[in-house]
């Protein structure tokens, strides 16, 4: 609910204004190249002046890997994201065995509901 709220409050709608993809599309499609190619050149101005970005030296990466994509929808999205937070908090507490004994229960609540929005009719 809280990220409905700032994404309202960027996209300047009423407080009880719903908005629903194609709302998101109309705003994101008046979004020009040169803007974000500003925004982008901006953030990495600072980036450098702050010393975080060095520009002696650039890594890219383009490996490409065929896999199977699903539909997105908004609890895959949701799944996608727990299931990424499961594995980055594992790595985080990997000696504290409980804590990762709750992830695991979470995660599995989380697919069950994924599996069970899916197949609602």
């Known amino acids: 609910m809280y990220g409905s709220r700032i994404c309202s409050m960027f996209l300047r709608l009423e407080e009880n204004q719903g908005y629903g993809y ?7 499609s008046k979004i020009k190249a040169d803007s974000i190619k500003s925004r982008i050149i901006s ?3 600072i980036a450098i002046q702050e010393g975080i970005e060095s ?5 890219t990466d383009c490996t490409n890997i065929e896999t199977n994509v699903h539909y997105p929808n908004n609890n895959s999205f949701i799944f996608d994201c727990i299931k990424t937070a499961t594995r980055l908090l594992k790595k ?3 000696d504290k065995k409980d804590d990762n004994d709750r992830l695991d229960e979470q995660r599995k609540a989380a ?3 994924n599996y069970d929005i899916n197949n609602t009719k």
């Open 22 to 28: 194609s709302v998101m599309q109309k705003y994101i």
């Open 43 to 45: 953030v990495n101005n």
């Open 55 to 59: 520009v002696d030296k650039v890594s």
């Open 92 to 94: 985080i507490k990997k």
């Open 111 to 113: 697919k069950k509901l």
